[in-house]
């Protein structure tokens, strides 16, 4: 049995926090290793990246979700009891209520909104002055994505929801008072949806048929129950808050349009340079770090052992950015998505493996989709100037995003 190489530190949790998207490849390269053992939130933990070990870590047969997360993310970021958690056939009944609401009608119509919310948006932004793109998309996705899941939203709550989603992401990866901003709007944010949901349930809101609320609302588990409210209200959140949560990615793609200005005329009119460039856009700038799993039962693989119950996390940073499997990889580069045929376990910005098998995120296509849409209305329907600013996006500071949150200014409307 070969040795695990193991990080030198006893406790690496704080290198984690200072390092952020680097951490794992930082010591894979230091010790020529795509896995080793560390110690993390005062634990053993098991360090992964690259393909093979994306193809491991989602096999369901050897590794769950139950117990993988830390508290501290589900009392923010996820809520307790959602799909994140689930294994087994609990898991493919919850992750198949979420995938039927994904057809491509729904996710056109989705699209379409976010687009006329936008559009709508453009003469407030020509008459503004300075605007931040991240903040403006971040209201266009919660209007967009509430009229699309069939929960009310009135206009003078659109800014306070939507910080209530901010709140939630931030949260997790937080401490003092933006950690207990994050428990109290995600308190907030589950008693505002429980109570959509009971009144689905009742018949006094008319979500809808095919829209999120009413399919989660009215949801029945194989045993024919339905969900908890409180659960009910998570999974709704679990629609929300991630298609908020696409800003991140917009503010990225504005900024790679500022830094490779050549790809502005690439990707106007054309469908498929903006397919390559949404995914660059995925593969190259950093989201989610990891994704976290517990081993089911003791097995080795590849001579290294891996004890029942132990912690497992694998880099999705770090597999987008294996040399191995991508040449120049800190190069930001969209043809190379060119003829490219989807890698589940190469290509890892959401998640791998299968949607409704596996963990992989849901709303991968949601997100490609807004992507598409946000790429198109920044090169086609709008002019602008991105006056000077804070640009440096910090691979320590997870979630990343372009410090400035992309400024736009004498924003015009085009086309
Ligand atoms: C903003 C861009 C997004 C990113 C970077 C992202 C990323 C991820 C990641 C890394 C996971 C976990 C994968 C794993 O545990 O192996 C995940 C899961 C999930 N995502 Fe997303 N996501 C995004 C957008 C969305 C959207 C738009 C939705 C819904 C409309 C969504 C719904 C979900 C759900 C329900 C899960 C849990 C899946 C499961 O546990 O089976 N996500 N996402």
Known sequence: MAATPADRSPESTLAFLREGYRFISTRCERLGSDIFTTRLMLEPTICLRGRPAAMLFYDTERFQRAGAAPKRAQRTLTGRGGVQGLDGQAHRDRKGMFLSLMTPAAIGRLGQLVADEWRARIPAWEAAGPVVLYDEVACVLMRAVCAWAGVPLAEREVARRTGQMHDMITGAVSVGPRYLRGLLSRRRAEHWIGDLVERTRAGTLAAPEGSALRTIALHRDPRGRLLPRRIAAV????????????????????????????????????????????????????????????????????????????????????????????????????????????????????????????????????????????????????????????????????PARPPSGVVLDDVRRAG
């Open 235 to 398: 999974e709704l959140i679990n629609v929300l808050r991630p298609t908020v949560a696409v800003d991140r990615y917009v503010a990225f793609a504005a900024l790679a349009l500022h830094d490779h200005p050549a790809w502005v005329d690439r990707v106007r009119g054309s469908d498929e340079a903006t397919e390559w460039f949404v995914q660059e856009v995925r593969r190259y700038y950093p989201f989610f770090p990891v994704a976290a799993a517990r081993v089911r039962h003791a097995f080795d693989w590849q001579g290294h052992h891996f004890p029942a119950g132990r912690r497992v996390l694998l880099d999705l940073y770090g597999t987008n950015h294996h040399p191995h499997l991508w040449p120049e990889p800190e190069r930001f580069r969209p043809e190379r998505f060119a003829g490219w045929r989807d890698d589940p376990y190469g290509f890892v910005p959401q998640g791998g493996g299968d949607h409704l098998a596996g963990h992989r995120c849901a709303g991968e296509w949601v997100t490609i989709e807004l992507m598409k849409q946000a790429v198109g209305l920044l090169t086609t329907a709008m002019r602008y100037r991105m006056p000077p600013q804070d640009l440096a996006v910090d691979l320590a500071r997870v």
